[in-house]
């Protein structure tokens, strides 16, 4: 007997990375059906923080990126793309031979979250976990950063990563990495005093 659907995002998509998002009655498994072949959506939970032995490393670089509007109210730069394209993530990614730690922060948040007219104002610190497919173990090292910047154009090859932003005083979504979800709960607080002393 066939699974039920409840929700899809679209029609079956033609291109091999758009996602259509298919929701399973038994176990409330996720999966998205990418191309012609069905991958579950992993629930994350504590075992993705427990190093295997044997994994292979990492080095990753992203970011908070916020942006204060004319009405002095602060957005937060929010990514969609990762697991079923609809769960929220901060742009992140691997470090390039060559590259620094903020360097590849910044090209991995342009590629990302399309915003590349970037300010620093903090450096935040790493976070370690497995990678998506389980396969490497990888610590990002996270900056903060403010914009001027609006409109964005994300330009990663490979996934059709969008952004949006949401103000820090109102209901933010929950992110699809529990790291990175404590990381913002920690940081929120902070962000409007790094803002008020990049004005003096």
Not at 41 to 55: C, M
Not at 84 to 92: H, V
Not at 117 to 130: C, E, N, T, W
Request: with cysteine; hydrophobic share 35%; proline share 9%.
């Amino acid at each position: 007997m066939p699974w039920p659907i409840y929700s899809c995002s679209g029609p079956i998509p033609a291109e091999p990375l758009q996602h259509c998002l298919w929701e399973l009655s038994d176990n409330g498994v996720m999966m998205t059906l990418v191309g012609s072949r069905i991958d579950p959506v992993p629930l994350i939970d504590e075992t993705w923080y427990v190093r295997p032995e044997g994994v292979r490393t990492r080095l990753s670089a992203g970011g908070i990126i916020v942006r204060r509007a004319d009405s002095d109210r602060i957005y937060l730069a929010l990514v969609r793309g990762e697991g079923s394209g609809k769960e929220y993530i901060l742009p992140k990614g691997g470090v390039d031979r060559g590259e620094s730690i903020e360097q590849a922060a910044r090209r991995e948040i342009e590629e990302e979250a399309g915003l590349g007219r970037l300010r620093f104002l903090a450096r935040i610190g790493p976070l370690s976990r497995l990678s998506y497919d389980r396969r490497r173990w990888i610590t990002t090292h996270y900056f903060l950063f403010a914009t001027d910047q609006e409109e964005t154009n994300p330009t990663d090859p490979h996934v059709p990563y969008a952004t949006d932003w949401h103000a820090i005083d109102g209901p933010l979504p929950t992110l699809f990495w529990p790291e990175q979800q404590r990381l913002l709960e920690e940081w929120i607080p902070r962000i409007p005093g790094y803002l008020d002393r990049e004005r003096r």
